[in-house]
């Protein structure tokens, strides 16, 4: 085995509670999803992922068609984009109901449950014969993504902290994308076969991706130091192989030393939000998030449509393209940039690990690109530019924000680690509810404001007055931490703060 990857098993056990002789069998085990072999681990993620990307489609495919969904329905543009906001505001607050039922009965339900109940709203959003039934079933429809945020406690499930970082990287940037690719794909759905076929394409893909992780998804959730009777119960539970896996295909797992409780939802992820280093980062993020790539998806239709006459198909051609080139380069670019920092900080101080703030240091290059961005764009479309420089100007922007998103999490999750889902959760949560708010009132801004200031004011909230938390975390955030402590009663798996699933702090 990896030196490093045994070094990652010497911290799970010393950061957990001691355990006999059994339950150390049980925590070294092969059916350990620590211990899978990388292909499986790898076919894991790569499902997750395209989960957390589907989640986007959904909310998202159908925005290129807002002109001819507002005709059939009698409805203005700016009316026919609020459907798209109930369910960013959704995809927000459904994870606080899923994530403590997946800490208990196991991811893979979950999963499944949210995938069949995508593919049914978006059949019924397809079917909708008014506004007010297409505002219901996407209402229902944002409790889908539940990837979202369970996504990077299944990374935790999954991989060592040295493998760690990759894994997230790739999930986060595969998430993002899904939000980026649906205009494409709405796009020409929508010119060639009509609206209604883009909610269509969004159930075909959420009822192909329910089968393949019906057979394919095992269940990551495992208690690595149960207690005692709890290891006598589960202590003949086959090694890996076809029984094994069969086994972890159950619909839900159920562990002795696991119970739900009405403090699980919410309260956890209210919890971590008086720490700094979460509720900072993840306000940075959530306002450069909004500005970046859920601005654009509210608004674009809006804009392009009365600006330069585009049709659905050149809507979703070009702003799709835009973010996902943008968001894919911004993300290869981050992982270098943050593997250097650490490996040069690492080598700096002998071979020990450095200390979380180190990551931050590679947030300057999305802090210049996504106000930069946010600038071309808004100037652009206010002198009537050529279309390609507001185009432009999006990709730079969505480009700094993989930087930003990358940075932010990891820095959060490395702070917290144990903590994982519900940092994730607060992210999340962030994210969707200060973007679901763009629709109501961005437009009009503009048009009594100006294109160019509306977009200098946006510019100004995210890169100064967001970004002042996150230069003080820079300078002070270990102090801070250290004046904080460590959560201690969050989550199912740390009611002592070394719970039975414990995780190396």
């Not at 009822?207 to 709890?230: D, H, S």
Request: aromatic content about 14%; proline content about 5%.
């Amino acid at each position: 085995m990896d030196q490093s990857l045994i070094h990652d098993r010497a911290m799970t056990q010393k950061a957990s509670t001691p355990a006999t002789e059994g339950t150390q069998l049980l925590a070294d085990s092969i059916v350990d999803p620590l211990n899978w072999p990388l292909g499986l681990k790898i076919a894991c993620l790569l499902q997750v992922s395209l989960l957390g990307a589907l989640g986007g489609l959904n909310t998202a495919i159908i925005n290129p068609a807002y002109v001819p969904m507002a005709k059939e329905l009698g409805i203005s543009t700016v009316h026919a984009s609020y459907q798209t906001t109930i369910v960013i505001a959704l995809n927000g607050l459904a994870p606080f109901i899923w994530l403590p039922l997946a800490n208990v009965y196991g991811r893979r339900p979950m999963y499944l449950f949210c995938t069949l109940l995508g593919f049914g709203t978006a059949l019924a959003s397809a079917y909708a014969k008014t506004f007010s039934q297409l505002l219901a079933a996407r209402a229902f429809n944002g409790f889908m993504p539940v990837a979202f945020t369970l996504g990077a406690a299944t990374v935790v499930d999954l991989f060592f902290l040295t493998q760690r970082g990759r894994a997230l990287g790739f999930f986060t940037v595969t998430m993002v994308n899904g939000s980026h690719l649906a205009p494409i794909v709405g796009g020409l759905v929508g010119q060639y076969l009509g609206w209604r076929w883009c909610f269509k394409m969004a159930a075909i893909f959420d009822g192909v991706m329910f089968v393949v992780i019906f057979f394919c998804l095992p269940e990551t959730l495992y208690v690595r130091y149960p207690t005692a009777a709890a290891a006598a119960a589960l202590s003949e539970k086959p090694r890996l192989g076809v029984k094994a896996y069969v086994h972890r295909l159950k619909l839900w797992t159920r562990h002795p030393d696991l119970k739900l409780r009405a403090g699980d939802f919410v309260v956890p992820s209210i919890k971590m939000m008086k720490y700094p280093s979460v509720t900072f980062p993840a306000l940075y993020y959530a306002a450069q998030y909004g500005f970046s790539s859920i601005l654009p998806a509210v608004t674009v239709t809006s804009i392009f449509t009365k600006f330069f006459h585009w049709d659905t198909l050149d809507v979703g051609l070009a702003y799709g393209a835009a973010l996902t080139i943008g968001g894919s380069l911004g993300e290869l670019c981050a992982g270098m940039v943050v593997d250097a920092i650490v490996k040069r900080e690492k080598k700096r101080l002998g071979g020990r690990d450095p200390e979380p703030e180190v990551r931050l240091r590679a947030i300057w290059t999305g802090e210049i690109l996504v106000p930069t961005g946010l600038l071309i764009y808004g100037f652009c479309i206010q002198y009537r530019t050529v279309w390609v420089a507001p185009i432009l100007g999006m990709g730079i922007a969505c480009f700094g924000l993989q930087v930003i998103t990358t940075t932010c999490y990891t820095y959060a999750i490395d702070c917290y680690r144990r903590e994982g889902s519900e940092v994730s959760q607060v992210f999340n949560f962030f994210r969707q509810e200060i973007g679901m708010t763009f629709a109501f009132y961005v437009i009009r801004m503009a048009e009594r404001l100006g294109y160019q200031w509306t977009f200098f004011f946006f510019a100004c909230m995210g890169s100064i007055l967001g970004f002042a938390p996150i230069v003080m975390l820079m300078w002070k955030g270990k102090e801070i931490r250290g004046r904080y402590g460590q959560p201690k009663n969050v989550n199912q798996f740390d009611t002592d703060g070394e719970g039975p699933n414990a995780l190396p702090k």
